[in-house]
């Protein structure tokens, strides 16, 4: 284990300069003038695996950008890990509002700036860094490693489920370990055991086939608007209770363990951030348990009528309400939507008629069990090279890659992810704490080793 | 009276080249490049008025257009009817939509087409024309005349008020007469003898300083879109009764007498018209009885969060709606106004701040008893000259010059309009049946001769 520490902080200014070389790559995957910078890339993963001794590698082609694959084989009696990240970045606009050019990474208060400094591609090269120092100093791995690596996440990872389904046997792996997220603050280390589903739908209520005179027509017909809030109301209640009928039905409750735990997680000042009179959660949960464990509908959008400057006496033509749902272990995306969609249809008032769009995309939530020994054991590593006891969270957003892994794999996936909640992710002057980079790697190796032995 | 009525058809051809004269006027109040024109409206007007015999006239001046006033004083023993009406008009843009140019008048079909054939020019212009036949054939006038003629009506009448109430001894009358409304339908003397009143406001809630990702945050906060359905819901029940506190304190019922009249007038057909499954009303009343008679409240906008294509996970700063009520006799628009600020305070839900903003604009409902002997009056010639008995009916909408001239005067204002539901008032192609003209010219000598035998 000296060794492998002794590696890396023996070659610590190569490292970071060859990170510097990947971060200057323009890796923009949504943008297709910066499709020759994807492909650099994608080359610069292959010859940094092949430099650390992977000889199965296969660049798998898409109709965007490519996914790196690559394993190393050890023993068939070790443990696989899949070690999942993506290489493309957000795009970098305004760039005017960077202090330092986005694809030029410079150090400033022990912070490392550049565009996928955190997001992911810091994070990625860590994981890369840690096999690295493994493999040189003893001549191999602890574990089986399989590294799937793909460059479309930032424009909704398109192809990656196929993939994943159609080369199965080939990404097959006992775990999976993901960097892409982050600690709750600034030196907290965070094993994320949870994340939420999701599912969606638009509706449009249309009610005269044209914008009427209110004084004329009304008492005449029912108003869109009226009705879009009396179906948006007969949704969720006052107490913040989803009063969608069947919506808790399959929800798995929350342990008193998984309470406890929640308590002991650092907690956002909500009041203060956000500037609210005070903060409004489920009858009988806390904000922290609201947020991390219990399902949630949300309107998004809500319009119709006249939007602009002072008064238009109308009743207008129709009125939409975009709404999304936050759904946690045991609820299925399909059948929660069917829920919605059987709900308004219910709750449409005599006079106007309704249209329904379901959101295509969903995903189902995601948890692994806190006790599970990988997650213990992750929990562990990271506590010690950051020296405080790691919490455990469950996260209030989504991340479809996990879901759809879960779902082909029905594997553990460790989130284990060193970014902080001042990196500034998909804005201008993201960052990532140097520190994390120094103290991530020492988690990782710690980990790889551990998992090993058991 | 049959030398009146010969004096009519013998200057027909005159006035109607005179009434395309006023029409090419370019009349346009809104729109300061149409400033000289406006004067060229007013200095017809005040040339006719001359040559009708009219000496005592006075053009009052605004910031923005004058006010043309006229006195014929024939006895104090006469009644004295103040006859309003304004030369201003509707922009006519798009000009591109219309089939003759808009200030080229036109007659296609019987109709004469040019902006302000109906709304208000030509309805103004046969009062003069009356005025003339009588003046010029009695060599008097059969009762004491004033005229009042603005050019800020389609402005809001920003003037008229003060105007009205400065020099209320020079427009005090016994009776006013305006002709800028409508038949229910085509060749059907309408008397309208009531119109609602009006008071709104606006409403922001805000709960969180941006907006919010839904996941991250969703069981922390009350969202303002759910916020705002909630307190629109709590506003008017599935029913369509009003739920606002006091909202029917002070209404004036509805009285069999009326219900009756309300049968006997033309019903629009909603549901073909409007393409609506089934009209809605408040609980007790028909669709006919509620719009002309029964207070409403409606929301004319609503908005807040995503309006773009797709999904975007939020929870939005803000929600706004834009409510307006129409006001039956009886109530008071700031007593009503009160009413829904404390009724919105009241049912904020927690854990967001709203801000409301009164709607400076409001007006008191207008109702003249029907059995009045000017209002009989004026549906028997009105009956008469078109040979079809009359009908009384009240409109939903609103006309604050009415309520200003009932506050200020207290005198009964006869609504004995001659335009038609095809005239495309405020519309590219507006127009004006010429027999309208015709027999509206009839209905008005006959009104003025029979009021002052009695």
């Known amino acids: 284990m000296t060794t492998v520490l002794d590696y890396l902080v023996t070659h610590r200014a190569r490292h970071l300069e060859q990170l510097n070389e990947f971060l200057r790559i323009k890796s923009v995957s949504t943008d297709t003038n910066f499709k020759t910078e994807m492909t650099k890339a994608c080359d610069f993963l292959v010859a940094y695996l092949k430099d650390i001794g992977f000889t199965d590698i296969d660049v798998v082609e898409t109709e965007k950008h490519p996914l790196v694959y690559a394993s190393y084989h050890v023993d068939d009696d070790l443990p696989t890990g899949l070690i999942y990240g993506h290489y493309d970045v957000q795009p970098a606009d305004p760039y005017d509002l960077w202090d330092s050019a986005p694809f030029e ?74 960097s892409d997220s982050g600690m709750v603050e600034e030196e907290q280390p965070t094993v994320l055991y949870g994340l939420k589903g999701f599912t969606g739908l638009e509706f449009t209520v249309t009610g005269p086939n044209r914008d009427l005179h209110s004084g004329l027509y009304g008492g005449a017909v029912r108003n869109p608007l009226m009705a879009i809030s ?55 949960y806390t904000a922290t348990e609201h947020t ?101 969270v469950r996260m209030g957003g989504s991340i479809p890659v996990v879901e759809w892994i879960d779902e082909i794999f029905n594997i553990p996936i460790i989130l284990l992810g060193f970014g902080t909640p001042e990196d500034r992710l998909h804005s201008p002057n993201e960052s990532f704490p140097v520190i994390n980079f120094d103290r991530g790697l020492v988690t990782l190796v710690d980990f790889y080793q551990q998992i090993a032995l058991k």
């Open 230 to 284: 009396h179906i948006l109301q007969s949704m969720k209640d006052v107490d913040e209770v989803v009063t969608v009928d069947g919506f808790y039905d399959d929800v798995e409750p929350l342990t008193d363990i998984e309470r406890k735990l929640m308590t002991e997680a650092p907690k956002e000042n909500y009041v203060m951030a956000l500037n609210i009179p005070e903060t409004v959660s489920e009858n009988g």
């Open 292 to 392: 991390m464990a219990r399902p949630t509908l949300e309107v998004n959008g809500l319009f119709g009528g006249y939007q602009g400057e002072g008064t238009k006496t109308i009743i207008p033509e129709k009125a939409t309400a975009k709404i999304t749902c936050r759904l946690v272990p045991g609820q299925d995306p399909e059948d929660i939507q069917d829920k919605l969609v059987k709900h308004i249809e219910k709750h449409t008032p005599k006079g106007v008629t309704v249209d329904i769009t379901r959101e295509p995309l969903s995903a189902k939530a995601y948890k692994v069990d806190v006790d599970h020994p990988l997650i213990q054991q992750a929990a562990k590593s990271y506590g010690e090279a950051f020296n405080k006891e790691a919490v455990f």
């Open 105 to 178: 990474p410079e150090v400033r208060h022990g912070r490392l700036y550049a565009r996928g400094s955190s997001d992911d591609k810091g994070q990625v090269f860590m994981h890369l860094v840690a096999l690295e120092a493994l493999m040189k100093t003893t001549g191999t791995l602890p574990i089986n490693v399989k590294v799937c690596i793909e460059g479309e996440e930032e424009i909704g990872s398109e192809n990656l489920y196929r993939i994943l389904q159609d080369k199965k046997a080939q990404f097959d792996a006992d775990f999976c370990i993901i």
